[in-house]
């Protein structure tokens, strides 16, 4: 990680670079966290985030909605987060 203990905040969001090559840039981003689709690695990435022992802010870097979508996009982010302990103990 370049910043390594530098980094003071983290924003979450997926993308697909097959996506980004079919339909052209911004359509890689057009994934819900976590969505299969998409090329995040959410082990590796809580993996380096834990290695530089990072334990600052996560924000969901994502469209908004109603009360059912930050509930889902909540859900996904701890579904993301939470490959911090499974990355840790591996």
Do not use: Q
């Not at 697909?16 to 090329?39: T, V």
């Not at 994502?62 to 993301?80: Q, W």
């Amino acid at each position: 990680m370049t910043l390594g203990k530098r980094t003071k905040k983290t924003d979450i969001k997926e993308f697909s670079r097959r996506l980004m090559n079919a339909k052209g840039p911004g359509a890689g981003f057009n994934l819900k966290i976590g969505d299969r689709e998409g090329d995040c690695d959410w082990r590796a990435i809580m993996a380096v985030l834990e290695a530089v022992s990072y334990h600052g802010w996560a924000m969901a870097e994502v469209p908004g909605g109603g009360a059912e979508e930050f509930k889902d996009i909540s859900r996904r982010m701890d579904r993301a987060i939470s490959s911090r302990a499974v990355a840790a103990s591996s």
